[in-house]
């Protein structure tokens, strides 16, 4: 699929974001476009891509590229975050799984433009990640070694260094970590562990930190039925996202609102 096509599924996948709010899907849409025409967001990563591949050989995923031309050569996840930070301008986002920070870079790049609120960002060392594959719940099959990387480079490192004032980096496990945060999330994204038993433990751990009108965004919803389970054990009705469709149009994120109406229509609560 080319890039004309991608950013046609994106403008799409908007459409429906737009839908589930009750927002206007032409202020959605300029976001989308603010991030595609933000040329020292798209110059930076073009220099961590350099920089990465040059001092540590890194050459998985995005990082095989020389240079990308826009922002579309990313997931519609990565949009997505963008134009949730900036239409529901949070003053607290948690995520956990940064690997090489694609998500991370869009949510700081969309908190720099709020001029307000910070990230914070949970994951294990890579030295970690080796060594207890059989940890707290054993990983699903399908991560494999996809996300090895050199133990001296630390999660996030496609993340511009101007974006880094927003963002606080904690090096542990989500489980255990999100109950020792003070804050309250107005948006917690899961692109840690994806396996059944782990994303609820996890969700069930953040829970009690998100605010009351929270958005939880949930990636791999296709790699178990843990998304799926949450929506029903929590009451919540969810919107699906697939991606763009340079690798393949699977169904991908998960998103729900907690004080979604939706959440409480007898037709989906039954
Ligand atoms: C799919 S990758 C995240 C990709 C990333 N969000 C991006 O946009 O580039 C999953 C990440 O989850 C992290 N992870 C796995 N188990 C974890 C745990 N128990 N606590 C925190 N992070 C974990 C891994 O170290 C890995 O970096």
């Not at 890194?58 to 922002?71: M, P, Q």
């Not at 940064?98 to 060392?125: C, H, W």
Request: hydrophobic fraction near 40%; include cysteine; charge should be negative.
């Amino acid at each position: 699929m080319d890039i004309a096509d991608t950013r046609k599924c994106n403008v799409w996948n908007l459409k429906r974001l737009a839908d589930f709010f009750g927002a206007d899907q032409a202020i959605l849409e300029s976001y989308y476009q603010e991030i595609l025409e933000d040329v020292s967001f798209l110059q930076e990563i073009n220099n961590r891509l350099k920089t990465v591949r040059q001092e540590f050989g890194f050459t998985k995923g995005i990082f095989n590229r020389e240079s990308v031309d826009s922002a579309d050569w990313f997931a519609f996840e990565r949009v997505l975050l963008y134009v949730l930070v900036r239409h529901f301008r949070p003053r607290a986002v948690l995520e956990t799984g940064v690997y090489y920070g694609g998500n991370t870079a869009f949510l700081l790049a969309a908190l720099e433009r709020n001029g307000l609120g910070k990230l914070v960002s949970i994951d294990l060392p890579d030295s970690t990640i080796r060594t207890t594959q059989e940890g707290t719940a054993a990983r699903h099959p399908l991560v494999g070694e996809t996300e090895f990387y050199e133990p001296k480079m630390k999660p996030g490192f496609i993340v511009p260094e101007y974006l880094k004032k927003h963002w606080e980096f904690v090096e542990g496990d989500s489980i255990s970590t999100i109950p020792t945060r003070a804050e309250k999330f107005d948006l917690y994204l899961h692109d840690s562990d994806h396996s059944m038993d782990f994303l609820t433990a996890e969700a069930e751990a953040a829970w009690p930190k998100l605010a009351q009108d929270a958005v939880v965004v949930v990636d791999d919803i296709d790699w178990s039925n843990g998304f799926f389970a949450l929506c029903v054990s929590k009451k919540l009705c969810p919107v699906l996202f697939t991606d763009n469709g340079k690798d393949n149009l699977r169904v991908r994120t998960g998103l729900v609102k907690l004080d979604h109406p939706r959440n409480l229509d007898p037709a989906f609560v039954g």
